[in-house]
T-cell receptor
Framework: SQQGEEDPQALSIQEGENATMNCSYK?????LQWYRQNSGRGLVHLIL?????REKHSGRLRVTLDTSKKSSSLLITASRAADTASYFC????????????FGPGTRLSVLP | DGGITQSPKYLFRKEGQNVTLSCEQN?????MYWYRQDPGQGLRLIYY???????QKGDIAEGYSVSREKKESFPLTVTSAQKNPTAFYLC???????????????FGPGTRLTVL
């Protein structure tokens, strides 16, 4: 079964608005990572949050992690049309943090 | 897409034929992975390798085979035993983390395989 599940499956917003995507997982983790995929391309790593961290920022990205609820959220502020992509969370299968499970992703559309 | 290349970008195969997808990296990473992605879905792990001459089955290895003769190369063969091979295939690599380190995966641009 999938370790990570993103929600919503699809999200459509206007340029300038904020976009929030959520990820839930089932077992304990060492870290959780978010990736982005443009249509028909490979994935690109966005940000990693460790299990002992609650919030992390990178540019317009903000990631939160709630280990008690086994959930994470990715916030993209002041969205741009170029943010249109699918976003995936990934959690490690084991304590070595190497072999990941990816959720089905959230497809974000930012309308100009 | 970092230092990982996949070829070809598009591949067409007739039913009953084997086909090999190429994946090469110049990042000096020890670990390499193959994923399959179907439309609107996440990634499913086919095979992974942590070191040369060693590889492990992932969640959906049936009908696929791999080799890891060189650190920089991890080709995937889709055999005729794979019943539904039409999909987008992604290769990735990473360092092999130590006990207290965390790693990210670097992905290639993907190969779209279509069975005619």
């Amino acid at each position: 079964s999938q370790q990570g599940e993103e929600d919503p499956q699809a999200l459509s917003i206007q340029e300038g608005e904020n976009a929030t995507m959520n990820c839930s997982y089932k077992t304990s983790i060492n870290n959780l990572q978010w990736y982005r995929q443009n249509s028909g391309r490979g994935l690109v790593h966005l940000i990693l949050i460790r299990s002992n961290e609650r919030e992390k920022h990178s540019g317009r990205l903000r990631v939160t992690l709630d280990t008690s609820k086994k959930s994470s959220s990715l916030l993209i502020t002041a969205s741009r049309a170029a943010d249109t992509a699918s976003y995936f969370c990934a959690t490690a299968r084991d304590n070595y943090g190497q072999n990941f499970v990816f959720g089905p992703g959230t497809r974000l559309s930012v309308l100009p | 897409d970092g230092g990982i290349t996949q070829s070809p970008k598009y591949l067409f195969r007739k039913e009953g034929q084997n086909v090999t997808l190429s994946c090469e990296q110049n990042l000096n990473h020890d670990a390499m992975y193959w994923y399959r992605q179907d439309p609107g879905q996440g990634l499913r792990l086919i095979y992974y390798s942590q070191i040369v001459n060693d590889f492990q089955k992932g969640d959906i290895a049936e009908g696929y085979s791999v080799s890891r003769e060189k650190k920089e190369s991890f080709p995937l063969t889709v055999t005729s035993a794979q019943k539904n091979p039409t999909a987008f295939y992604l290769c990735a690599s990473s360092i092999v983390p130590g006990a207290s380190s965390y790693n990210e995966q670097f992905f290639g641009p993907g190969t779209r395989l279509t069975v005619l």
